[in-house]
């Protein structure tokens, strides 16, 4: 099971990837960021980025149905696995003209505050395959 370096270093690898970071949505710090990123400032990035996954996340209109929150209550522990709590969200997709950004978020055993921020260049970028890859590592990603 990969950590947070292996993970962020995976992430690179996806066609296209300009930077990757692994984002407390929180408190809007990188846990760790690899490559480049909108601005040359990861961390101005990651607080950016936590912004909108934090306004997403507490939205009813983007979770699912019966979704309570991080209390265990009414589907908020389930699919991740034994003791992982589900984010009220899978990922987020946003597209400009020349990239894509993807916050895929990531089940934890605390309080699933935490996703993979990846910022693909639109031209050489597979949105589909870091989809799908991303939601591959982030299943696999060991934290604490």
């Known amino acids: 099971m990969p950590g947070i370096d292996e993970c962020l270093l995976e992430a690179m690898r996806l066609p296209g990837a300009r930077g990757a970071a692994l984002v407390d949505w929180t408190s809007g710090l990188a846990l760790g960021a690899v490559g480049e990123f909108p601005g040359g400032d990861h961390e101005a990035a990651a607080a950016e980025a936590a912004e909108v996954a934090r ?13 309570a929150g991080h209390d265990g209550v009414d589907g908020a522990e389930g699919a991740g696995g034994a003791g992982l709590v589900d984010p009220p969200v ?28 990846v910022w693909l260049g639109r031209a050489d970028g597979n949105l589909a395959l870091a989809r799908i890859r991303l939601g591959e590592m982030a299943g696999r990603l060991v934290l604490g």
Not at 55 to 67: K, V
């Open 55 to 67: 306004l997403t996340s507490e939205q009813r209109a983007f979770t699912p149905d019966g979704y």
């Open 90 to 117: 899978e990922d987020l997709i946003i597209s400009n003209r020349d990239s894509y950004h993807v916050l895929r978020f990531v089940p934890t055993s605390f309080d699933s505050s935490v996703f993979l921020h």
